[in-house]
Structures are given as C-alpha cells and as structure tokens.
C-alpha cells in the first residue's frame, strides 16, 4: 500500500467532510437533478469531476505554476461561466412569476450541455489546483516514493467526489417526484433558480 494506513484513514475522514460541504459543484448538481432528474445530474457529477482530475493532474505535477501564468484566461472563461449561470437561474426564476409556471416540463426534455456545465464550473477554480497542492502533502509519507502516493489520493478523492455528489444527486432526483405536479412548479422553479444563481455567485468570489 503507498500511503501508510495511519495517513490514508486520515485523509479518507477530511476528503469526504471537504467534498460534502456544499459550493458551486454541488449547488449545480442539485439543480440539474431537480430539473431533469437524477441521470442529468450524474452527467454534471462526470463532467464536474473531469474537470477536478485535470487540475488535481496539473497541481500533482507541479504545474500550479503554469495556472498562475494563465489565470487571467481562467478570469475571462470564469466570468462568462458566472454570466451563463445567472442567465439559466434568471430564466427560471422569470417562470415562478408566470401563469405557465404551474405546467410540469415534458418527461421527455431532454437538457443540453450539463456535462459542460459540470467541467466548466470545476475548471474555471485555479484555486482548486492550489488547494490540492496544500491538501495532498500533509498526507504523504516523506521516506517512501512521492509519485505512487499522489496517485493513491488522486484516485481516491476522485472516487469519492464521484460517489458522495452523485449521492446528492440522487437525493435532489428523488426530492425532483415529490416536487412534480403543477401545485409544486413555482416552487421547483425557484429552488433550481435560486441554486444556479448561488453557483454563479459561488464561481465570482472563487479568487486566485
């Protein structure tokens, strides 16, 4: 085993309570889970965690540098995925205020780019490759080879992320029954609304 269990059990513990406090990658998988259903929801849960491995690649090779050097393309990407978001909670917001808004969405819609939204809103945080490289190291044994530990966490916190927001998903899926019906539709409206703003607004205070 590369990490020693007394580091390994440890990390476990802290990765779990990290990928469980709510941001923009949870906000958003419960608002496409509310919208769509569960299985979008595991689409943006995929595309989120792409996303995270690219960085999580980059800040264990050490290339925290090179995305210093790029943020500024990071900002602008960042700023129009801040933009896109605010526009999709706007629009269903603009529905709670509707006479239309007591319709239920086809059980047919089928939604466009939720993979994307997933990798654009965990690629455009810089500072998530630099919190990794903070994070990692203080569960890795100085005496034994650095290179097949990083994997082992790597891998981990991946398999993790993957498990623990698909979890959410499935919740926010099943709460997706109970909000269904035309009684219920402001209300699904506002709360998938409210939840893409509030990841909009958690990807425009996310600084280098």
Request: hydrophobic share 55%.
């Amino acid at each position: 085993m590369p990490v020693p269990v007394e580091l390994y059990v440890p990390f476990l513990i802290a990765a779990v309570i990290l990928i469980l406090m709510p941001g923009p990658i949870v906000s958003l998988v419960i608002a496409n889970s509310l919208k769509h259903g569960t299985r979008t929801g595991v689409l943006t849960v995929i595309g989120a965690n792409i996303g995270t491995s690219m960085l999580l690649t980059l800040g264990a090779l050490g290339l925290t540098t090179v995305l210093a050097y790029a943020a500024d393309v990071f900002e602008w990407v960042r700023w129009a995925g801040v933009a896109y978001l605010a526009y999709l909670g706007a629009k269903e917001w603009r529905h709670v205020f509707k006479p239309a808004a007591v319709t239920t969405s086809p059980p047919d819609e089928k939604p466009k780019g939720v993979f994307w939204h997933g990798f654009v809103v965990a690629i455009t945080n810089p500072k998530t490759a630099f919190f990794f490289v903070a994070f990692f190291p203080q569960f890795i044994d100085a005496d034994r080879p650095a290179g097949p530990q990083l994997v082992m966490l790597s891998v981990t916190f991946i398999v993790l992320a993957v498990l623990l927001d698909g979890s959410y998903s499935l919740v926010a899926g099943r709460a997706r029954g109970w909000l269904a019906g035309a009684a219920k539709a402001r209300l699904r409206h506002g709360i998938t609304g409210t939840l893409l703003i509030g990841t909009g607004i958690g990807l425009a205070l996310a600084r280098r």
